[in-house]
Structure formats: C-alpha cells, structure tokens
C-alpha cells in the first residue's frame, strides 16, 4: 500500500508544470493578444463596459494559457513590447486538496494573476491622445512576436484588437475617407502592413466616438473583415462597446 501510494504521488507531483516569473509554462496551452487603441477619453457607459470586457476576457483564459496586453504605437524602428504578459496558473477549483494546495494556488492567481491585470486594465482606459493610431502596423507586431513564432501552429490563438478602428497615419488615414475594401487589401500601401493571421480567431471591440455617425459607418467594420480576411484571420465576433 505504502508503494502504490508513493507511486501515486510521484505520478501527481511529477504531472505539476513549473511556471516563470509570468506564471507561463515553457509551452502556454493557448494565446490571447490584447491590442488597445483607447485615443478620446471614454464616457461613464464606455468606462463600464469596456471594463466589464476586460473582465470576461480575464475570466476567459484557461489554466496555463496566456495573455499578453499591448498598446497601439508607432512601430518605426522597433516592434511592440508587452504592457503586461499573464499566464493563468489555476484557481482553487483546479487542484483538489488530495493532491495540491487550493489555497495557495488561489492567492497566486489572486496576487500574480487578477491583481497585475486589473492594474494594467486602469492604466489602459485611459486617453492617449496621440494623434496617430498605427493599427494595422501595431497588429503586424504582435503578430510577428506573439502569434507566429515557430512552434505555435497548432496552438489556440486569439487577437482581440480594442480600438476606434479608425486608422490614421500619414500614409493611411481612415478619418478622410474609408477606401473601398478590395482596392485597400490589394494596393501596395496593404502589402507593407499586411501580416500572417492564419489560425488567429479575431475580436473586434468598437470604442465608438461621439462623431460615430459620420467616422464609424458600417461600413468601417465590413472594411475590417476584408482586411481580417485577407490576412488568413477569422473574425468571430464584433462589439460595440456601449455609450
């Protein structure tokens, strides 16, 4: 008896992953990317709301899947880094007291993994007021260093982009006039920002502004599918956040 319990245990503790300073395994099970763009300050049903996003989108990831956060910007001579990468290590409902500890991977998810992120959450509703939005740049970057590394192929992914979804750079600027979709995915401008989303199910989460009706038409978002599209990537949902 002493040698089949012992045999048990070794199996149970030998099955636990190690984790990193970012509570990631050395392979995630899965990959979210949160791309925010929050330009204008939001209204009270805005703040809400987006909150309430961020939250379902928290709650969302699954034990040893990860989430890195990152902030639309100019990408010239650099790609983007992380504002925060999260692995979900597990809550108490994961571990069964026979054979871990429920209470202390509770307060590490509590403590390293709900707590860092509602942080970072705060710091991103707010207004950058930059006068340029590089999304389809700062997509190709997260793409390039998050969703496409060798190795990730098989691997669940997800791109959730938070943004008014209005572009504007000095080379593409969706404030002036939206171009038809099948003329921008096929110009040269396209080709250059353009990147591989093959696999990546996308989220798209409309930050609507207060000219909505004359800068945010429908056809704004049927723009973003075709370009979605032509990237290999799925668009699975599409919110406007509320007020």
Not at 21 to 40: A, E, F, K, M, N
Not at 125 to 138: K, N, W
Not at 141 to 162: C, F, I, Y
Not at 204 to 229: F, G, H, K, Y
């Amino acid at each position: 008896m002493v040698l089949v319990m012992g045999g048990v245990y070794f199996t149970v503790a030998s099955g636990q992953r190690q984790l990193d300073d970012r509570l990631c395994p050395t392979t995630p099970d899965s990959i979210t990317v949160l791309l925010v763009d929050v330009t204008d300050p939001m209204n009270m049903a805005q703040r809400q709301d987006f909150e309430n996003q961020l939250t379902r989108l928290k709650n969302s990831i699954p034990r040893y899947g990860k989430l890195v956060v990152a902030k639309v910007d100019a990408t010239g001579d650099r790609l983007l880094s992380p504002v925060i990468t999260r692995c979900n290590p597990g809550t108490a409902e994961d571990v069964s007291s026979a054979t871990g500890n429920p209470g202390a991977v509770q307060k590490q998810w509590d403590e390293q993994f709900d707590a860092p992120l509602k942080q970072a959450f705060a710091q991103l509703q707010r207004a950058s007021g930059a006068d340029r939005s590089p999304i389809l740049e700062s997509i190709q970057s997260v793409a390039l260093t998050e969703l496409q590394r060798p190795g990730l192929e098989k691997m669940p992914k997800r791109l959730v982009v938070a943004s008014d979804l209005l572009q504007n750079t000095a080379d593409v600027s969706f404030y002036r006039d939206l171009p038809a979709p099948r003329s921008f995915v096929e110009s040269p401008l396209f080709r250059r920002m353009r990147t591989d989303l093959r696999g990546v199910a996308v989220e798209l989460w409309m930050l609507e502004r207060p000219d909505a009706a004359q800068t945010q038409p429908r056809s704004l978002a049927e723009l973003w599918e075709r370009i979605i599209d032509a990237e290999g990537g799925e668009v699975r949902r599409i919110y406007n956040v509320s007020g």
